[in-house]
Every structure is written in structure tokens, then in C-alpha cells.
């Protein structure tokens, strides 16, 4: 009989992992309920109509499509089958796809329930999103976005608030880390600064990929688009542009003088750092002219964020979108949001050793089972715990004590609770420590008095 398994880029989670994501989604979702967010939930699958094109060419090839139920091939046309044009075959059987981020659907909420909320709407959002990316270490094909955006403000002070909360979710999760900031608009002054405005998108997916395939790859796949070799030289001095900020934006400013969109991009930037500045935030944050984020629905500020400590890809990331609502038919509604992605702050906090240490388990306490009469009375006492806020349990049948402490260590159980017919005559109870080892003999009222609300 063959094994059972799952599809390549799934996971299962076990109780221990859970805790510890659980922790991360804890972490962020107080957070952005701080700064005054609010929670949706949209579909895990979408009308492909919504999906298709938001993410640019290579984005749509990434996109799980699913197939329409009952007798597909009956609607397919039989030329296309001759043909084999995979294309017109593949949109005459699959109507439906799986959700690629969470920033798409969210237009398409905001677009169909304009009437039911107020603008700006501050919402966030956490969910699984599914890519049909090759996976590898820190790339799924399943896992969760935490999603923050607020849509209907053109302010960049929004941008500013959310970088505030990166800064709040990483200093409460103890990572360092680095936030890239760059803006569509410079990217678009850089495209007319070389003699190449019509190419922008190539030449921005490309450097995007600059860290990964370095600059002699980056430059051929630029040529490869047809990218003159006169504007990939003049923009060899941009790619390699270092320093501080001080620095870096007078030498930008000049070069891009002549653009009207590259100037206000940089005014957009400066703004937010010098904002950034005077707030004093703990993380480190740089203007990186390489960020794209090879998103075509970005317009304004991109972010992005990568960990100080250890080498992994962005944990976080998003950027401003001025049409995506016209998409759907809402025009002149300007967005900005950001993405944290749990799974791989999971991986950063987990090769870091940094989850909490009392994140092991959800019970606190567990009562041993004696028999029928004892477990009357533990069960009695433990919904007064309950009661307080105290998570706990009772072992569900009266197995050898061996069993029952093994359960409770394997369980990561702090503490366990014994009382047995005689000590319950005696109004006593033994509370054992499973992590010191240390046992001690209390009064029941005493015992109950000693656990909190956790």
C-alpha cells in the first residue's frame, strides 16, 4: 500500500510548530490592531478574471488554477485540442484560481463593499496564499501573508505608520533587521534618465533579481529585452550608487533632474525618511535603488525587509498602488500596504533560537487521573482554573502514573497536579514542577490561589 503525502511545497504543522506560529501570528495581529486595523477574510480561490494580470507575466504563470467541475472537456473547442494551444484549452476548462497574495482580493473587496465602508479603510488580513513556485528553502507553495493596507489616502504619512509597525513587530519578535525603501516612480526617472522609458518593466524586473543572478546576468537579461547597450552602461553608476543618504540623494537628484515623475519619487522617499529619522525608529532602513518588487501594480513607495542576522529572502514587503482598485471599475482610490510572511519569520526566529520559552505548550497545568471519584473532583477544581483564565487538563483515564508524567512532559507541561482519595480528605494536594523537578504539598485553596490568569 502506498504511503500517504502531501504535494511538494505543503507542510503539516505539528502542536509544538503551531505554538510557535501562533506566536507570530499573535505578535502581529496586536500590532496592527494597535495602530487601529481592522480584520477581513476573503475566498481561498478567486474568479481568475480578478487574478489574472495584477501580477505581471511572470506572476500569472505562478497562479494554482482550478478546474471547473463536471464534463470540462465538453466546452473546450475541438480546434484548440487539434492544435493543442494550452492556453485557449487551459481558459475554456478553468474558471477559478487560488488566491496568489492578499492585496489583489483586497481591491476586489473594496471594490464590490465600497458602500458598507468608510474611507480610508485601515484593514488587515491574514490568510494562506498559494504559488506554484519551485520550492526551496524559505519558498513554499502554500503559506500565510499578514497583510496590513490602508486604501482611500494619498498621505504618506500612511507609508510612514507602516513602517512604524514593521519596526514595532520585529522589536517585539527581538529580530533585527533592515527595511529597503525605493519608490516606482524613481524606477520609472531612471528608465528616462538612460534613454529607455518604454522598457521600465523589463529593466526593473531585472535589477530586481540583482542580489540573486548579480550584476553580469542582470545586465544581459536587460539586453536580452532589447535594452540598448549605451543605456545599460548608463546605468551601471545608479546600480552601484553607495553611501549614506545624504549622499545618495543629492547625487540621485542631479541625475535625475530631467524627470519630472524620477524628481517627485525622490521627494516621495526623502519625506518618509526624514520622518523616519526624527521618529527614531529601532531598525535600520536604506534607500535601494535595486528594489522593484516585481509587482506591476506598485505606482509610488516599495518596501521591503530582510533579516540582519540571518540570510534568508524579504520577510516583509508591499509598497503603494494607486490604480488597482480601477481595475474593477473603482478609479482615482490610492492604496499602500505591506506583507509580512509568517513562514519565513518562522524560520528566521527558529534557526535563531528565539521563540519564548513559555511558548511550548497550551496547558499550564494537568491533573493526574486515580480512578472514577478522584477524577469527579479534579474535574471540579480544574473548571475553578479554567474559570481564572488557567489552561489546563485532566489525563482523560487512570493509566499508570508513568504514563500519565511521560504524557505531560512530552506535552511540555509546567506543572502537575496529584491528589488522590486521601489527600482529598485532607483538603491537601501535591503540585510537582516538571521542569525543576520539585514537588510540594499545599492546601487545596492555596494550590488554586497560586495560578493566575496566564
Given at each position: 500500500?502506498?504511503?500517504?503525502s502531501?504535494?511538494?511545497?505543503?507542510?503539516?504543522?505539528?502542536?509544538?510548530?503551531m505554538?510557535?506560529r501562533?506566536?507570530?501570528?499573535?505578535?502581529?495581529?496586536?500590532?496592527?490592531?494597535?495602530?487601529?486595523y481592522?480584520?477581513?477574510?476573503?475566498?481561498?480561490?478567486?474568479?481568475?478574471?480578478?487574478?489574472?494580470?495584477?501580477?505581471?507575466?511572470?506572476g500569472?504563470?505562478?497562479?494554482?488554477?482550478?478546474?471547473?467541475?463536471?464534463?470540462?472537456?465538453?466546452?473546450v473547442n475541438?480546434?484548440?485540442?487539434?492544435?493543442k494551444?494550452?492556453g485557449?484549452?487551459?481558459?475554456?476548462?478553468?474558471?477559478?484560481?487560488?488566491?496568489?497574495?492578499?492585496?489583489?482580493?483586497?481591491?476586489?473587496?473594496?471594490?464590490?463593499?465600497?458602500?458598507?465602508?468608510?474611507?480610508?479603510?485601515?484593514?488587515?488580513?491574514?490568510?494562506?496564499?498559494?504559488r506554484?513556485?519551485?520550492p526551496?528553502r524559505?519558498?513554499?507553495r502554500?503559506?500565510?501573508?499578514?497583510d496590513?493596507?490602508?486604501?482611500?489616502?494619498?498621505?504618506?504619512v500612511?507609508e510612514?505608520?507602516?513602517i512604524?509597525?514593521?519596526?514595532?513587530?520585529f522589536?517585539r519578535?527581538?529580530?533585527?533587521?533592515?527595511?529597503?525603501?525605493?519608490?516606482?516612480?524613481?524606477?520609472?526617472?531612471?528608465?528616462?534618465?538612460?534613454?529607455e522609458?518604454?522598457?521600465m518593466?523589463?529593466i526593473?524586473?531585472?535589477?530586481d533579481k540583482?542580489?540573486?543572478?548579480?550584476?553580469?546576468?542582470?545586465?544581459?537579461e536587460?539586453?536580452?529585452?532589447?535594452?540598448?547597450?549605451?543605456?545599460?552602461?548608463?546605468?551601471?553608476?545608479?546600480?552601484?550608487?553607495?553611501?549614506?543618504l545624504k549622499?545618495?540623494?543629492?547625487?540621485?537628484q542631479?541625475?535625475?533632474?530631467?524627470?519630472t515623475?524620477?524628481?517627485?519619487?525622490?521627494q516621495?522617499?526623502?519625506?518618509i525618511?526624514?520622518?523616519l529619522?526624527?521618529?527614531?525608529?529601532?531598525?535600520?532602513?536604506?534607500?535601494?535603488?535595486?528594489?522593484?518588487?516585481?509587482?506591476?501594480?506598485?505606482?509610488?513607495?516599495?518596501?521591503?525587509?530582510t533579516?540582519?542576522?540571518?540570510?534568508?529572502?524579504?520577510?516583509c514587503?508591499?509598497?503603494?498602488?494607486?490604480d488597482l482598485t480601477g481595475?474593477f471599475?473603482?478609479?482615482?482610490?490610492?492604496?499602500?500596504?505591506i506583507?509580512f510572511?509568517?513562514?519565513?519569520?518562522?524560520?528566521?526566529?527558529n534557526e535563531?533560537?528565539?521563540?519564548?520559552e513559555?511558548k511550548?505548550?497550551?496547558?499550564?497545568?494537568?491533573?493526574?487521573n486515580?480512578?472514577?471519584?478522584?477524577?469527579?473532583?479534579?474535574?471540579?477544581?480544574?473548571?475553578?482554573l479554567?474559570?481564572?483564565?488557567v489552561?489546563?487538563?485532566?489525563?482523560?483515564e487512570?493509566?499508570?502514573m508513568?504514563?500519565?508524567?511521560?504524557?505531560?512532559?512530552?506535552?511540555?507541561?509546567?506543572f502537575?497536579?496529584?491528589?488522590g482519595?486521601?489527600?482529598?480528605?485532607?483538603?491537601?494536594a501535591?503540585?510537582?514542577?516538571m521542569?525543576?523537578?520539585?514537588?510540594e504539598?499545599?492546601?487545596?485553596?492555596i494550590?488554586?490561589?497560586?495560578?493566575?490568569?496566564?
Amino acid at each position: 500500500m502506498k504511503k500517504p503525502s502531501i504535494p511538494k511545497g505543503t507542510r503539516d504543522f505539528t502542536p509544538q510548530e503551531m505554538i510557535r506560529r501562533n506566536h507570530i501570528f499573535d505578535t502581529i495581529r496586536s500590532v496592527f490592531q494597535l495602530y487601529g486595523y481592522m480584520p477581513i477574510e476573503t475566498p481561498a480561490m478567486e474568479n481568475l478574471e480578478t487574478l489574472m494580470g495584477k501580477y505581471g507575466e511572470e506572476g500569472d504563470k505562478l497562479l494554482f488554477k482550478i478546474l471547473n467541475s463536471g464534463d470540462f472537456l465538453s466546452k473546450v473547442n475541438q480546434e484548440f485540442i487539434d492544435k493543442k494551444d494550452i492556453g485557449s484549452i487551459a481558459s475554456s476548462i478553468t474558471e477559478k484560481g487560488l488566491r496568489y497574495d492578499l492585496t489583489v482580493p483586497f481591491a476586489r473587496y473594496v471594490v464590490q463593499h465600497r458602500n458598507e465602508i468608510s474611507f480610508p479603510f485601515k484593514r488587515y488580513q491574514i490568510q494562506p496564499v498559494w504559488r506554484a513556485d519551485k520550492p526551496q528553502r524559505g519558498r513554499y507553495r502554500e503559506f500565510y501573508q499578514c497583510d496590513v493596507d490602508v486604501i482611500g489616502s494619498n498621505a504618506l504619512v500612511n507609508e510612514v505608520e507602516l513602517i512604524l509597525i514593521i519596526d514595532e513587530v520585529f522589536k517585539r519578535l527581538n529580530l533585527e533587521v533592515l527595511v529597503k525603501l525605493n519608490n516606482r516612480k524613481i524606477l520609472a526617472g531612471i528608465a528616462e534618465y538612460i534613454g529607455e522609458p518604454e522598457k521600465m518593466m523589463p529593466i526593473t524586473i531585472a535589477i530586481d533579481k540583482l542580489n540573486k543572478i548579480g550584476l553580469e546576468n542582470v545586465n544581459q537579461e536587460m539586453l536580452s529585452h532589447g535594452v540598448s547597450q549605451e543605456a545599460v552602461e548608463k546605468l551601471q553608476p545608479i546600480l552601484g550608487l553607495e553611501g549614506k543618504l545624504k549622499e545618495k540623494f543629492p547625487r540621485l537628484q542631479e541625475m535625475l533632474k530631467g524627470s519630472t515623475t524620477g524628481t517627485e519619487g525622490i521627494q516621495e522617499a526623502m519625506f518618509i525618511m526624514k520622518y523616519l529619522k526624527e521618529l527614531n525608529i529601532k531598525a535600520k532602513f536604506d534607500l535601494d535603488l535595486t528594489l522593484a518588487r516585481g509587482l506591476d501594480y506598485y505606482t509610488g513607495t516599495i518596501i521591503e525587509v530582510t533579516s540582519s542576522e540571518v540570510q534568508m529572502g524579504s520577510i516583509c514587503g508591499g509598497g503603494r498602488y494607486d490604480d488597482l482598485t480601477g481595475i474593477f471599475g473603482l478609479k482615482d482610490v490610492s492604496g499602500v500596504g505591506i506583507s509580512f510572511g509568517a513562514d519565513r519569520i518562522y524560520d528566521v526566529l527558529n534557526e535563531l533560537n528565539r521563540f519564548p520559552e513559555d511558548k511550548k505548550s497550551t496547558s499550564t497545568v494537568m491533573f493526574v487521573n486515580f480512578g472514577e471519584e478522584e477524577e469527579r473532583q479534579c474535574l471540579y477544581l480544574l473548571q475553578q482554573l479554567r474559570e481564572k483564565g488557567v489552561n489546563g487538563e485532566l489525563y482523560p483515564e487512570p493509566a499508570k502514573m508513568k504514563k500519565q508524567m511521560t504524557y505531560a512532559n512530552n506535552n511540555n507541561i509546567p506543572f502537575v497536579i496529584l491528589i488522590g482519595a486521601e489527600e482529598f480528605e485532607s483538603g491537601k494536594a501535591s503540585l510537582k514542577n516538571m521542569i525543576s523537578g520539585k514537588q510540594e504539598v499545599l492546601d487545596i485553596d492555596i494550590l488554586l490561589s497560586r495560578f493566575n490568569k496566564n
